[in-house]
């Protein structure tokens, strides 16, 4: 497939080798070369908002600012019922908001510790894509994407990152960890996400 609507290379506003392995590939097959960030120097960019759509937008304008290229940022994270939507936006960095560790295995210890004896563990990871053409676009393409499942007390597989080894997923009887990645990429919150960005990119060619 040729690329999608004139893009050719994308910087991913992102230094997460998880987030760029899984979106390189998404993208890949659509002609479009998925550059992170870290390769060409853009150091992180703050994320002081409370709403995934406000920080992904902010993490693109200024990676596509730093580079000259249109930028994708994702912000994602898993959201849980019982804990009205925690850790949310904050997921990577739940265990370090209560004095622990900024890692995964910190913040998954946090969780199960937060649904300690609570028999709701219905969950969500939840993805919005954030693509600007450059700095200024006024007109972010914006898309979203939504993974239900449930919380499990132990982990299980050894792909993934962040929350997949807790990550259930009733209809496939196995945790996002236990996946492969082209089983993953076909389900989950960013594939969701980025098959409704390419074809509204699509829509605009």
Not at 59 to 65: E, M, N, P, Q, T
Request: charged content about 25%; overall charge negative.
């Amino acid at each position: 497939m040729s690329e999608v609507n004139g893009l050719k290379r994308v910087v991913l506003a992102s230094n997460n080798a998880g987030k760029l392995r899984e979106f390189a590939s998404l993208l890949s097959a659509a002609g479009i070369e998925l550059i992170a960030q870290g390769t060409l120097s853009v150091p992180e960019a703050e994320e002081p908002h409370v709403t995934f759509v406000e920080n992904a937008l902010a993490k693109a304008r200024h990676a596509s600012k730093l580079t000259g290229l249109p930028a994708l940022a994702d912000d994602s994270g898993l959201c849980v019922h019982a804990l009205r939507g925690a850790p949310g936006v904050y997921s990577a960095r739940f265990a370090q908001l209560a004095g622990g560790e900024k890692s995964d295995a910190a913040n998954n210890a946090r969780l199960i510790t937060e649904l300690r004896d609570t028999p709701d563990r219905r969950a969500y990871y939840f993805c919005v894509l954030v693509l600007v053409r450059h700095a200024d676009d006024p007109e972010p393409l914006i898309a979203e994407g939504r993974w239900h499942g449930e919380v499990i007390d132990e982990a299980r597989g050894a792909n993934g990152f962040g929350y997949d080894p807790h990550f259930f997923l009733p209809s496939l009887n196995a945790t996002a960890a236990e996946l492969d990645p082209a089983r993953k990429n076909a389900s989950s919150h960013r594939a969701i996400a980025l098959r409704e960005l390419l074809a509204r990119l699509k829509e605009l060619a």
